[in-house]
């Protein structure tokens, strides 16, 4: 398709009223505030091997003065955060503590700022077909208050973004990609506009705050804070309701394994409800905890263990890629192929059985053989050990089967294991 294709129609209406708005905005932000980044002597015990600077997040190296600040920012030097960059944002990768954020998450509820993500509303008569032809899964069957993982993807069927799709009615939809590819995601699907097509795409990551509320305790939080119906709401389903004088956006989903909600809203909505969050007793996480919660729930992070190299099949990805409607979507014939071809590896899990944090990069091997490298790895909370993700070749991709991680020049013992690490809420693993 032609590039600058339906760009003329969408041109042609931005910037007037919306009959349908996506959110009602008023605050636009809070003024910026210079960043102080917190310095602190990292103790390096075992508990401790998973301080920031040993994070395998996509930090950015740019300037302090050019990084993009969330309309939270203030609140989060309020609560002590540390500020660190990432994916060329100012944010907070732990408040008390790692470890200490990740346990409240998994038993009582944190609450995460996740306003860097992408927040592109895509609106219109042919909103859905439009996404049809950019993405793997077939949107156009997602009910109305219901979302759906997916995935971008280029020509060959590598993997640009792996993101969220919400279906608020038959013309609106929520598309939450990456924070590092929140612009190219927009520009890969302004690629399948048709000059025909009556659609929107409104990008609302600036005028918008986006939340995480995660834990077992979190239905209990958000029913009497916003309204009892959220604790009926079903899993991976969304809906939009009053919350002062603005609306909200909340869905049963999340990036921790556990029970929870996202919420969008305006900034004004959004740091009022930061704040009752906290009142409430619901611990204040940052970006470490995150990665600790989601490699335990085995959730691929764009970056490390998934990129425009990997594709859905060697990646555990292939029930996101929908061939049976027909669709000409992004990369369909590529992937086609790949299908029919099958793949050399797979993206599989490892448990440490020897002391030693494993990390990202760090080399694996089998026999004495280097046979690849760890895509994720990190300390688990839970589990008390080293966990990891790597793309391993298929005689190695089975359960059980004795590796070897080398460790600062020590080899340690792990074992391929079942994914999850730690079973999602309410479910087994795999």
Known sequence: MEPGAGRSTLAAREGRDHAISPLSLMDPGVPSRSLVVHRQK??????????????????????????????????????????????????????????????????????????????????????????????????????????????????????????YVYRLDAQRFLFVGNASNADRDTARIREFLQASDDVELLDRQVETVMLAVQGPDAPAHMARMIGAELAALDKRACTELPYLQYKLFVSRTGYTGEDGFEIVTSVEAGRAIWRQLLAAGVEPCGLGARDTLRLEAALALWGHDIDETTNPYEAGLGWVVSFDDGAAFAGREALARIKAAGVGRKLMCLQATGRGVIRDGYPILHNGQQIGGVASGSYSPTLNTSIAMAYLPNPLAVYGTPLEVEVRGKLIPATVVRRPFVPHAGEKAA
């Not at 190296?61 to 939270?72: D, E, H, V």
Request: net charge neutral.
């Open 42 to 163: 990292i103790i390096r015990s075992y508990a401790d091997a998973i301080a920031p600077d040993t994070l395998q997040l996509p930090m950015s190296n740019a300037p302090s003065s050019t990084l993009r600040k969330t309309p939270l920012f203030d609140l989060h030097e309020q609560a002590g955060g540390r500020i660190v960059p990432f994916a060329g944002w100012a944010m907070p990768v732990q408040y008390k503590g790692i470890v200490e954020e990740h346990r409240a998450v998994r038993s009582r509820a944190g609450v995460f700022d996740v306003s860097h993500m992408g927040r592109l509303f895509v609106v219109g008569p042919d909103a859905a077909s439009l996404l049809r032809r950019a993405l793997t899964y077939d949107v156009t069957r997602i009910p109305e208050g219901r979302g759906h993982y997916t995935l971008l993807c280029n020509d060959e069927g590598g993997i640009i973004d792996d993101p």
